[in-house]
Nanobody, 122 residues
Framework: QVQLVESGGGLVQAGGALRLSCAAS????????MGWFRQAPGKEREFVAA????????NYADSAKGRFTISRDTAKNTGYLQMNSLKPEDTAVYSC???????????????WGQGTQVTVSS
């Protein structure tokens, strides 16, 4: 079993930056793809970014391209989402996920964290 715990969320002004972390425990996630998803109030969960198990492939939602960077540290069993140039529309609960497939589809991920709130003020 894998447990994922996100951290790094908070309140930031528009144009600011945050770095989210996703620490895995229970077993290594180094053979899993990792993804970040977000859900704003009243909206569906949406894909933000994904990274392959080897870290050699990344994929971003159009809204994240050029501003967000996903990465992972296999030694620390941790994934990251660096978010720059934040906008008010980025406000949401951000959740990390791990699974065997490198996809943008939430249901393909087996393990989920509890989420961390990101609020961007204008």
């Amino acid at each position: 079993q894998v447990q994922l715990v996100e951290s790094g969320g908070g309140l930031v002004q528009a144009g600011g930056a945050l770095r989210l972390s996703c620490a895995a425990s229970g077993r290594t996630v180094n053979s899993y793809a990792m993804g970040w998803f977000r859900q704003a109030p009243g909206k569906e969960r949406e894909f933000v970014a994904a990274i392959s198990w080897g870290g050699d492939r990344t994929n971003y939602a159009d809204s994240a391209k050029g501003r967000f960077t996903i990465s992972r540290d296999t030694a620390k069993n941790t994934g990251y989402l660096q978010m720059n140039s934040l906008k008010p529309e980025d406000t949401a609960v951000y959740s990390c996920a791990a699974g065997p497939l490198y996809t943008v589809v939430p249901v393909t991920y087996d393990y989920w964290g509890q989420g961390t709130q990101v609020t961007v003020s204008s």
